[in-house]
């Protein structure tokens, strides 16, 4: 399998309408702050960016995701679920006190062949080599991209037992 470099351009980060995510408010996360229905997949986010966190968490539970959202790679690897759960991790290549490339590995270490989509405002030849099932996507984007991006990594295989 190769790797997927993912690029898309955009001056804007906006929640998509349901429309497009295929979201009704009556389904999924309620307001009091339950759970999102895993529809789609769980996701463990990690970005530093409060704003930019905020945004994809929301965006990806419209989606259907369970989204664990972090802010730095010890919260992540405290909060993702036990080895055996299917889980995408989504990381910012740039972390405080450690590096998207390191909870990667650390997360494949926990979570054999589970998939991990790394989102950059790097230069795409600045990520370094990528296993099979990893994505690149390019800041800025737009959410169906991430959205697209989660579908292709979980639809490849890439954490089938």
Request: proline share 6%.
């Amino acid at each position: 399998m190769q790797a997927t470099l993912w690029t898309w351009m955009s001056d804007q980060w906006r929640l998509p309408p349901p429309s497009l995510t295929g979201h009704d408010d009556s389904d999924g996360e309620s307001e009091s702050g339950g759970e999102a229905v895993d529809r789609a997949g769980m996701v463990a986010l990690v970005e530093d960016d409060v704003m930019v966190r905020e945004v994809l968490t929301e965006a990806l539970r419209g989606a259907g995701h369970r989204v664990i959202a972090c802010r730095d790679s010890e919260e992540c690897l405290r909060a993702l679920p036990r080895a055996g759960q299917r889980v995408v991790l989504v990381t910012d290549m740039m972390l405080p006190g450690s590096s998207g490339r390191a909870l990667a590995d650390e997360f494949r270490r926990r979570h054999p062949g589970q998939p991990v989509i790394f989102v950059t405002g790097l230069p795409a030849d600045a990520v370094g080599t990528l296993h099979a099932d990893e994505i690149v996507l390019l800041k800025p984007f737009r959410m169906c991209q991430i959205t697209a991006a989660i579908a292709q990594a979980l639809a490849t295989g890439a954490g089938s037992a």
